[in-house]
């Protein structure tokens, strides 16, 4: 059972690059998010999906974007990639207002 | 507007002292949840309650609905317990998840 599951776990782009986070759960859970986590601050919703097919926006959604084609996978991605995106980036799912599963995190620098 | 804040943002103790870590939040919740992080690692639930106290070993949770405050109580501390502390509340009407900032943990041995 490997709950959730986010690739890659470390990651440094150049300012401009992009890339993609890929996040996997095996729980069938219809909610799936996306957090970063910076110093002094708590973790701060980006993205989230309440089902397959549909994305909404979070707190800091600006400079991302999210697709949910199949319900087991959630993807992030950066087009332009800047400094201000340097984080670690969280992945969850749960089945709506109880247990939440995170993912290990990612790792990201952006230089 | 929702909010959650969370007391101390720091806590250094000795091994085996009684640690207390508290959450407070702004407006009413349909769930609370006490979340531990480990340097360098990821993030695991510890307890969702809407009322009442749970138990597990030796991390104790309780919440004061009226008074809207939870609170994390650690018995007999280790140092395995180090760590930051995360309470998180899913307000009425809002499935998604606020987080406070978190409480560094450390326990001297």
């Known amino acids: 059972n490997a709950g959730v599951t986010q690739t890659p776990k470390f990651r440094v782009l150049k300012t401009g690059q992009s890339m993609t986070l890929l996040c996997a759960q095996d729980?069938?859970?219809?909610?799936m998010y996306w957090y970063r986590q910076d110093p002094g601050m708590g973790l701060r919703l980006i993205h989230y999906?309440?089902?397959?097919?549909?994305?909404a926006k979070g707190e800091v959604p600006d400079g991302y974007n999210v697709s949910r084609l199949k319900k087991q996978n959630f993807l992030l991605g950066l087009e332009s990639a800047a400094p201000s995106q340097t984080s670690v980036y969280f992945c969850a799912s749960s089945l709506g207002a109880i247990e939440a599963f995170f993912g290990q995190g990612t790792r990201l620098t952006v230089v | 507007k929702n909010e959650v804040e969370q007391s101390p943002q720091n806590l250094t103790a000795q091994e085996g002292e009684f640690i207390t870590i508290n959450c407070s939040y702004s407006?009413?919740?349909?769930?609370l949840h006490w979340l531990q992080q480990h340097p360098g690692g990821g993030i695991v639930s510890l307890f969702m309650l809407s009322s009442g106290k749970k138990k597990h070993g030796r991390l104790i949770a309780t919440i004061n609905i009226q008074e809207k405050h939870s609170s994390l109580h650690i018995t007999a501390s280790h140092p395995r317990d180090s760590a930051v502390y995360i309470c998180a509340v899913s307000f009425f009407g809002n499935e998604k998840l606020t987080f406070g900032t978190g409480t560094r943990l450390t326990i001297i041995p």
């Open positions: 999906s309440v089902g397959e097919g549909t994305t």
């Open positions: 729980m069938n859970h219809e909610y």
């Open positions: 407006v009413g919740i349909s769930a």
